[in-house]
């Protein structure tokens, strides 16, 4: 039997062997959301940058500059990490250059990967179904805060966790938790979430809407993955 594992934090993949496994990273609020929602209208591409300065410099090459630092738009940024910033005609066959504060340096640590996909609840039954027919281990990866856990990230573990829990055996208690946490909030995720600490950040950003559009379940049916350090569809 394939297994499946979490990690909670960015800050516990040296604990990992990835060789071998797909890696799922997750920011639910937001990083990971606005990928996926910008390659289900159309973006060419996404290069994510764990460094703000390397990402800026991309602007010059033709790339829309796209991402936050503690929530907020990057100045000289053409773009912030709002998901309704990346809906519409007009980012079709765009070449974005993203950084977060949390789900682009997720995505750094997840390299050593056999592959990594990006997933979130706006995806959720593709990248099961992904996992589900695919071959290796997984290994979900939750980009956290500041190498912090978060809320939203686990719960989104333990909804895969939970939906492949016949297929997929846990390598250790991480998985377990996730899945009963998901299992006690899946009733009213928004209700679950309402004093988590992400929440009340994005609540004083006044940017509430995004966190409600997140927790919309398959949404979309892109799958974005990494190919040489580039996100396509």
Request: proline share 3%; with cysteine; hydrophobic share 40%.
């Amino acid at each position: 039997m394939k297994t499946i594992d979490v990690c909670l934090s960015p800050e516990l993949m040296h604990l990992y062997d990835v060789h071998d496994r797909t890696v799922v990273v997750v920011d639910i609020l937001r990083a990971t959301s606005c990928m996926v929602t910008a390659f289900a209208h159309g973006v060419e591409s996404i290069t994510p940058f764990a460094q703000l300065e390397k990402c800026l410099t991309m602007k010059t090459k033709g790339y829309v500059t796209s991402g936050e630092r503690d929530g907020k738009k990057v100045e000289g940024f053409d773009k912030g990490n709002s998901p309704f910033e990346y809906m519409g005609d007009q980012v079709r066959g765009l070449k974005i250059a993203f950084t977060t504060t949390n789900g682009t340096q997720a995505i750094e640590k997840s390299k050593g990967a056999k592959e990594v996909i990006i997933g979130s609840f706006l995806n959720l039954n593709t990248v099961v179904k992904y996992l589900l027919l695919g071959e290796n281990n997984v290994l979900i990866v939750c980009a956290g805060w500041k190498g912090r856990v978060n809320l939203e990230d686990t719960l989104f573990a333990g909804a895969i966790v939970e939906k492949l829990k016949d297929y997929l055996g846990p390598d250790c208690d991480a998985p377990l938790a996730a899945r009963h946490l998901y299992n006690q909030a899946k009733a009213d995720m928004t209700q679950f979430l309402s004093e988590s600490s992400h929440v009340k950040r994005l609540n004083r950003l006044n940017i509430h809407k995004d966190f409600e559009f997140c927790l919309t379940t398959d949404l979309y049916q892109v799958l974005p993955k990494l190919k040489n350090g580039v996100l396509v569809a």
